[in-house]
């Protein structure tokens, strides 16, 4: 998360318990927070946590809540599956890869076929031309592994 995050995330707490952040807090923050936590994520788990608590948040409950809302976006998503993308069995590191991507996507709340395509995206290919004219019905990049 940039400073400039969670800048915005401890403005957001300190409407809630008048803490008086500063630019070192700051700092400290935008360095503790998990760099896959969202600002949207962050917003929304601070907002939660003060309807729930009088206690203070600090990075690590945010980080704590985020892993588990990631995981089971992720969860939700896949339907307890394990899927693989075609076309990329023979190329080990680029098929971890579009994995790691794709998990990333779906923590960050993307549909699965959003996701899919950003992690195709992020290895820098397309799904074979076999995968593209499948039927929409089923999602063309992926197969059960």
Known sequence: MTPQEAAVVLG???????????????????????????????????????????????????????????????????????LTPDGLGDEPDLEIAWKKALMQGLGDGLDLDAASSAAWQAIGRTPPPQLETRSRSVHPQLRKA
Do not use: F, G
């Open 12 to 82: 957001k707490c300190a409407a809630y318990d008048n803490r008086r952040p500063d630019p070192a807090t700051t700092a400290a923050w935008a360095e503790a927070l998990d760099p896959n936590l969202t600002l949207a994520d962050a917003l929304a788990i601070v907002r939660d946590h003060y309807a729930e608590s009088r206690d203070w948040i600090m990075p690590a409950d945010i980080n704590h809540r985020s892993r588990d809302i990631r995981r089971q976006r992720i969860k939700n998503a896949l339907n307890n599956q394990t």
